[in-house]
C-alpha cells in the first residue's frame, strides 16, 4: 500500500482482468456463490482484454468460438470470429447478468502483499484515469491477467532497424492511421496474426510478403461448422445445438491430437489436402508449409475460407522463408542474398511473456520469486496462499479451462467456508519434497516462442499429481472436478 493511499475497500475476492478469464470469473462467481463480495479490477477502459488490445487488420480469433465461448452462453455464429463479434457477445454476458458494476476499469494494480498476520491480500491500485493511488484489500486473489504484456508485443532486433524510411509496426499496437494501399507490406512472423493480417491487407496493398524464418502448420476450410448447421435446420435449441456442437468439436480434437503424435504424417497429409483446395493440387508445400516439428506440437491455427492461401494463389501476397540479413532503407536483406522491398514492417513477431501481470508480489514482506514455486494442478502455486491463476489451454480453447477453474474456485471456497478456514496454501508433504522437478510447460510438447523466452520465469511442475499441469483439457475435465481436498497437498488454516 502507498503513502498516498486515499481509500481502502475489503473484498471477498478481487479478480484480476476483465478480459474472456475475468468476466467468465465474475458470472460464476455471482451464479454459483450469490453474496461473495468482489470485484474486478482492469486497467484497460473497457471489457475484452485481448480482444480490445488487439486492432489490427483482420483481428479475429484462430480457434471456434464454440469452445472458445463460455459453455454458459450459447456462440450462433460462425465458428472463427472477429474480435469485434467477440466483444458483443462478452458484453451480452456482462449484461445479461448484471456484471457492470462489478467492474473497475481503469484500475492498474501495481503491487499485492501477502500478510500471514492480517490472512488476506492488500493491493496497490493506480487509478489511470484520476490518477489516484487507492488501496484494496482481499481474503482471495483470482488472477485473470493472461499471459502477455499487453503494452507492447515482443519484436526482436534485426541489424539496420533504425535506418528503414517507414513505418516498424507491431500488430499489439496497431496505428489506426496506417495507410498501406497501395504499398509493398513485408509481415515478419508465420503464426496465426501473420497468417490472419495478410489476407486481409493483400488486396489493397501493391504486394504483401509473409516472411517467415521458418514454416508453420495450418488448418483450413469453410467457416462454418457442419453440425451446427444440421442442428439449426432442425431448429434445435440454441442451448442444445451450442452443447452437442461443443461435444463433437472437442472429441474431434481430442482425435486430432492423438492421431498428430502417434500418425503425424497422415495428419500432416490431411492439413496439405486442404491447403490444395485453395493453393491447387500441384503447390509444392516445401519449403513454406513444412515445418520441422510434428503437427500439434504448436498451436494450429485455422485459417477460415483458406483466406491467406486464396490470397498467395491470387499473388496478391507471397510467402519467403528465409533467415533476415539486415534491414535497409527500403526493405530486406535475406541470407540467401534475396531483397524484399518494404514501404511497410509488420513485425508479428509475438508477445513478451507477462508473469502475474507484472504486479510486484511479496510474501509476508518477502518479494516472490514465481519461478521458486511448483505448481498445484496449474492453478495455485507452492507459497502462494490464497491465490489462483487462469492459464488456459494451447490446444483447445482457453475457455475451457476459464469455465473449469471457476467451478473450482466455487468448491474450494465452499470448501473453506466448511472447514472455518481463511487460508489455504499449497504445500508439497514432506514425503515428496525430493520430488523431481520440471518446467512450467515441457519444450518437447509445447514450445512457442514466448514460452521458452519465459520459462525461466514460470512456476515449476512436479512428476506426479496434484503437481503436474497439464496442459490436458481431456484429462483435466475428469480429473479436477473429483480432485481431492483433502490428501494434505493444501494447507487449510
Ligand atoms: C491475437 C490473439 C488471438 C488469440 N486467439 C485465440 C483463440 O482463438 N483461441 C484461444 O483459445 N486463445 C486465443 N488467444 C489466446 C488468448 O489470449 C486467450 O485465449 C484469452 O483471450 C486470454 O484471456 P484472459 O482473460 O485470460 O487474458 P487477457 O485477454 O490477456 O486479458 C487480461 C486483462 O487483464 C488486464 N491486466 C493485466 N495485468 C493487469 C494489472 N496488473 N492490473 C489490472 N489489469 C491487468 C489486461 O490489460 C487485460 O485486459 C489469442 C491471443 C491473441 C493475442
Known sequence: MTDTATAVEHLDVVIVGAGISGVGGAYHLTTQRPGTNF???ENQESFGGTWITHTYPGIRSDSDLHTFGYRFKPWTGVPIASAEEILTYMGEV???NELASHIRYQHQIDTAEWSSADRRWTLGVRRLDTGEHVAFTCNFLWMCQGYYRHSAGYTPEWPGMDRFDGPVVHPQLWPDDLEYEGKNVVVIGSGATAATIVPAMAAKTSHITMLQRSPTYFAAGRNENEVAVMLRELDIDEEWVHEIVRRK???????????AVYFPEMVKDELYGRMREYLGDDYDMEPHFAPSYRPWQQRLAFVPDGDLFQAIAAGEASVVTDEIETVTETGIELASGETLDADIIVTA???DLNVLGDIAFTIDDEPLTF????TWRGAMFTGIPNMLWVFGYFRASWTLRVDMLADFMVRLLNEMDQRGASVVVPEIPAADADMPLAPWVD???????YIMRGLHL?????????WIHTQ???LDKDELPQAPLDDGSLRFS
Open 39 to 41: 470485484v474486478v479490477l
Open 472 to 474: 490436458d483439457y481431456w
Open 371 to 374: 519461478h521458486d514455486t511448483v
Open 443 to 449: 519444450p518437447e510438447n509445447f514450445n512457442p516462442g
Open 94 to 96: 456482462i449484461d445479461e
Open 349 to 351: 513477431t509475438g508477445f
Open 458 to 466: 514460470m512456476p515449476r511442475q512436479g512428476d506426479k499429481q496434484p
Open 249 to 259: 468439436i472437442l472429441f474431434d480434437q481430442s482425435q486430432i491430437a492423438e492421431a
